[in-house]
């Protein structure tokens, strides 16, 4: 199983912009899937983006344009660039790593065998 550490996030007013940053503890990390999530306050947990270990990635409409998912192989790590951010993009975002065989790209049922312990991110108006 894939360890996943973030890292990033916190309070930013709206217009601006935030990275987040989720290490991933594999050996084989340029062949896992990765996938950003991400929750508010009283809602369901919402998908927002993938990259394919082959780098292609897709996103949620509601972040297409403004958000960008990048990955690192050589230091294991995969990012999540959130510009023009809203106040509506306010929750808690989850990386996740490794979706399980009986899902498909783009993987956005969130059906991944590793999660990230969360990160806060608050937009103000």
């Known amino acids: 199983q894939v360890q996943l550490v973030e890292s990033g996030g916190g309070l930013v007013q709206a217009g601006g912009s935030l990275r987040l940053s989720c290490a991933a503890s594999?050996?084989?990390?340029?062949?896992?899937?990765m996938a950003w999530f991400r929750q508010a306050p009283g809602k369901e947990r919402e998908f927002v983006g993938t990259?394919?270990?082959?780098?292609?990635?897709y996103y949620a409409d509601s972040v297409k344009g403004r958000f960008t998912i990048s990955r690192d192989n050589d230091r294991n790590k995969v990012y999540l660039e959130m510009n023009s951010l809203k106040p509506e993009d306010t929750g808690v975002y989850y990386c996740?790593?490794?979706?399980?065989?009986?899902?498909?790209?783009?993987?956005?049922?969130?059906?991944?065998?590793?999660w990230g312990q969360g990160n806060q991110v608050t937009v103000s108006s």
């Open positions: 996740a790593a490794d979706p399980t065989r009986d899902s498909k790209w783009p993987y956005k049922g969130g059906n991944f065998r590793s």
């Open positions: 594999v050996r084989t990390f340029s062949n896992v899937v």
């Open positions: 990259i394919h270990w082959s780098a292609s990635t």
